[in-house]
């Protein structure tokens, strides 16, 4: 075995976006492409010379197409490093909040997830990287991009020439003098869970003859939640349904969303449907809730958590404060206020709630695209959301309609729904953004569509812990009843522009709550296409996708 020092020669774009690296597996598939991205994250990480002597990194992807290549590369330049140690999940999985439990509980310098999350995978899909920080937290922006802009300037990167390892079976290497322990994928992060959530309660639950139906959509959530489910929890025997993690998720698309988990739905509708849906997505970090016949908004979600956190062990002291991105409705500001507690509204991303978690400032957060989570660990958790709703189910005897329907009552319904159009050509999306940022001044006061905007800007961030500002994270436009309509372009895509539209108002009447969201929410779709000329710019006249 040696240490190798081979010459390259940069890529263009090796930019994360809103969470790592992503592009299609051939881009991935290139001489070199990954080596480059990682050797560059290793020069930031540890100097030009680095050598991250005695450090232990966690590795560990989705386990899409391409995972079981990319983790070896990664082990040998690991080696190559210097790292001390090496915790990579037993045949190179780890779902993304496994990762960020391993590097909390193990102390370990940070961890590499291989993910493209909940992009359809396969040899025509997508893959991913990306590197997460010793709190268990995506790198903050301030690395992200430094990595990038070295990734154009590397001329070389070093490897070792060791074989590959045998990571199927749990055991422990050694390449050159870094040691790789191959550990268990699910147990330090169900570890985590047991410790907050009441097991006794939701067992009790299940036994008496409570339906779960739990979709996994074919990928890395499957494992642990059959564990935990079904083996710990007695939820009965396929109850977690698409377990079985597959390279290219069965050639779906494993988001849970009600367009991208319409089988979910369509059980949830159906005349025998069981008392609960619930789906986690390709690296178990989204999850969706339903209850019978009954769709739960994520924003919905997060609130409906923040509102009875007090009845879940790990949270019985109540919430630090909440956090929420900022296209993720008010539902939760509104929880926030009537417990007393702040909420703060950060860019679009995970990255952003990192500092807020680690300066114990917020408890609870959660983004309008089914993410949710807590301090328990630094990213977004899908399992832990599924038992935080069976623990509430459990203790407070209500359905999980009746608990949404309760958030609604006490606080009016935050209707909301977020429409994507996929697919523009880049520049024509840069083209409507820029003229909708242009025209931002003059927005106040104007009436629009019949509507009169109150104020309009383009949303920008200073971190309260560490002072950094992030600027251009969406345009908001807001009309004097507070309804909103928020503007951005997508950071996680790889095939041209997906522009997203959020739309929210806000209805205190209760005999108006069952109006369909679309329904409820016209007004607001006029006015957006009105305001950004969406036909206009991308020849689109509907989105493509709606949630
Ligand atoms: C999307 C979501 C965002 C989420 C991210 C990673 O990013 O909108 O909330 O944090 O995926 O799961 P976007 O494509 O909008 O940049
Ligand atoms: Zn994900």
Redesign the pocket.
């Known amino acids: 075995m040696s240490i190798l020092t081979l010459p390259t020669t940069p890529f263009e774009g090796q930019k994360p976006?809103?969470?790592g690296l992503r592009k299609k597996v051939a881009v991935f598939r290139q001489p070199r492409y990954l080596e480059n991205f990682v050797q560059a994250l290793f020069d930031e990480l540890h100097g030009p010379d680095g050598r991250a002597d005695g450090q232990t990194l966690v590795l560990g992807g989705d386990g899409r197409h391409h995972n079981r290549v990319a983790i070896q590369v990664i082990l040998r330049m690991a080696a190559a490093c210097g790292y001390g140690r090496v915790l990579v999940g037993r045949g190179g999985i780890l779902s993304t909040p496994a990762v960020s439990a391993v590097i909390r509980r193990r102390q370990a310098a940070g961890g590499i997830v291989l993910s493209a999350?909940h992009n359809p995978g396969g040899p025509d899909g997508d893959f991913g990287i990306k590197y997460n920080a010793t709190n268990g937290g995506p790198a903050p922006e301030a690395l992200t991009e430094a990595v990038h802009r070295r990734t154009l300037s590397l001329t070389r990167y070093r490897i070792s020439d060791a074989a590959d390892l045998p990571i199927e079976r749990p055991g422990s290497h050694r390449i050159e003098d870094t040691v790789v322990d191959v550990i268990d994928p699910v147990a330090d992060h169900a570890d985590v869970l047991r410790e907050l959530f009441d097991f006794d309660a939701i067992r009790a639950l299940f036994a008496r003859g409570f339906r779960l139906r739990c979709d996994a959509m074919w990928a890395v959530g499957g494992p642990a939640a059959r564990a935990i489910l079904e083996g710990e929890l007695g939820a009965p025997a396929g109850t977690v349904v698409n377990a079985e993690p597959k390279e290219d998720f069965g050639g779906l698309h494993p988001d849970p969303n009600p367009v991208y988990a319409d089988d979910l739905v369509a059980h949830l509708m159906a005349a025998d449907a069981p008392d609960m849906g619930a789906a986690t997505d390709g690296d178990a970090d989204?999850n969706m809730i339903l209850g019978r016949g009954f769709v739960v908004s994520p924003s919905d979600s997060l609130a409906v958590l923040a509102a009875h956190a007090r009845l879940v062990p790990g949270y019985r002291r109540g919430l630090a404060g909440v956090a929420r991105?900022m296209p993720t409705s008010t539902a939760v500001d509104r929880v926030a206020g009537a417990l007393g507690i702040a909420c703060h509204e950060t860019p679009?991303?995970?990255k952003f709630f990192g500092n807020l978690l680690d300066a114990g400032q917020v408890t609870l957060c959660g983004?309008e695209?089914y993410?949710t989570g807590s301090d328990h660990v630094r990213e977004k958790d899908g399992l832990w959301a599924i038992l935080f709703w069976l623990n509430l189910v459990a203790v407070t005897g209500r359905g999980v309609e009746d608990l949404v329907r309760g958030l609604w009552v006490e606080h009016g319904r935050c209707v909301y729904s977020r429409h994507d159009y996929e697919g523009i050509p880049t520049e024509r999306a840069d083209a409507l953004m820029a003229e909708l940022r242009g025209r931002l001044p003059e927005l106040g006061g104007r009436t629009v569509a019949d509507q009169r905007i109150a104020w309009a800007d383009d949303f920008a961030y200073t971190d309260p812990v560490d002072g950094s500002v992030s600027r251009r994270q969406g345009v908001r436009v807001v009309l004097e009843d507070a309804s909103r309509v928020v503007f951005r372009l997508?950071?996680?895509?790889t095939e041209g522009a997906?522009l997203?539209i959020y739309l929210e108002r806000h209805e205190p009447d209760p005999t108006r709550h069952d109006l369909p969201a679309q329904q409820a929410l016209a007004p607001l779709v006029r006015l957006a296409g009105e305001l950004a000329r969406i036909v206009a710019h991308t020849g689109m006249t509907a989105p493509t996708v709606m949630t």
């Open positions: 976006g809103t969470s999350s989204r991105s679009t991303g995970w983004e695209s993410g997508s950071g996680t895509g997906t997203r």
